[in-house]
């Protein structure tokens, strides 16, 4: 089982800028990707970004050159600085973590952090 805990939402200005973090626990070494997917209201979820253990990386067309995601693979962290933000990066950001059981891919989630960005 892998748990996962995000913290660093909150409430910033246009402009401004956020880092978000998440850390894993349970069994960390078998995870293959983390990333991070936000949930607008009235929405789908989406991908933000993503980023596998040898640290390849994909974002969101929309987050390209402000965003940028960062894995500590000892720790079993993962990060997401927010630059630039734009009302329209509010949402609830949710960690991802996934990991190969018996052949399958199965996928771990965290409760959520809050990112509120005011015009």
């Known amino acids: 089982q892998v748990q996962l805990v995000e913290s660093g939402g909150g409430l910033v200005q246009s402009g401004g800028s956020l880092r978000l973090s998440c850390a894993a626990s349970?069994?960390?070494?078998?995870?293959?990707?983390m990333g991070w997917y936000r949930q607008a209201p009235g929405k789908q979820r989406e991908l933000v970004a993503r980023?596998?253990?040898?640290?390849?990386?994909n974002y969101a067309d929309s987050v390209k050159g402000r965003f940028t995601i960062s894995r500590d693979n000892a720790k079993g962290t993962v990060y997401l600085q927010m630059n630039s933000l734009k009302p329209e990066d509010t949402g609830v950001y949710y960690c991802?973590?996934?990991?190969?059981?018996?052949?399958?891919?199965?996928?771990?989630w965290g409760q959520g952090t809050q990112v509120t960005v005011s015009s």
């Open positions: 991802n973590a996934d990991r190969y059981i018996m052949g399958m891919l199965i996928n771990y």
């Open positions: 349970g069994s960390i070494f078998s995870i293959n990707a």
């Open positions: 980023i596998t253990t040898g640290g390849s990386t």
